[in-house]
């Protein structure tokens, strides 16, 4: 199980801490990544990291102001977002998937857990 925790209400140009915490399972050798879906849009990859942390991957629109990390021992994996804007306004899913792959397609992955909202007013 995942939970996802940390949305809030910011402006723009503010920062959040994004968390997902796993439960019931070790995820420390999952693949976790991180999706985000706006009001009748579809769900959008935004960032996603190996078991090893090794690798990284972030879409574009997100580039040098997401950060994804990951402390396996806590089962946990992180998403800081600096300089928000209107347009990262969504709810946030963090997903797990057991392949060494970060998948950009929503539904290439395993698990989900349930979401948390940001919303960036400007």
């Known amino acids: 199980q995942l939970q996802a925790y940390g949305g809030g209400s910011v402006q723009a140009g503010g920062s959040l801490r994004l968390s997902c915490a796993a439960s019931?399972?070790?995820?420390?050798?999952?693949?976790m990544g991180w999706f985000r879906q706006a009001p009748g849009k579809e769900r959008d990859f935004v960032a996603g990291?190996?078991?090893?942390?090794?690798?990284?991957s972030y879409a574009n629109s997100v580039k040098g102001r997401f950060t994804i990390s990951r402390d396996n021992a806590k089962n946990t994996v992180y998403l800081r977002t600096n300089g928000l804007k209107s347009d990262d306004t969504a709810v946030y899913y963090c997903?797990?998937?057991?392949?060494?792959?970060?998948?950009?397609?929503?539904?290439?992955?395993?698990?989900w857990g349930q979401g948390t909202q940001v919303t960036v007013s400007s």
């Open positions: 990291i190996t078991w090893s942390g090794d690798s990284q």
């Open positions: 997903a797990a998937d057991r392949r060494e792959m970060i998948f950009i397609t929503a539904w290439q992955w395993d698990h």
């Open positions: 019931g399972r070790t995820f420390s050798t999952y693949t």
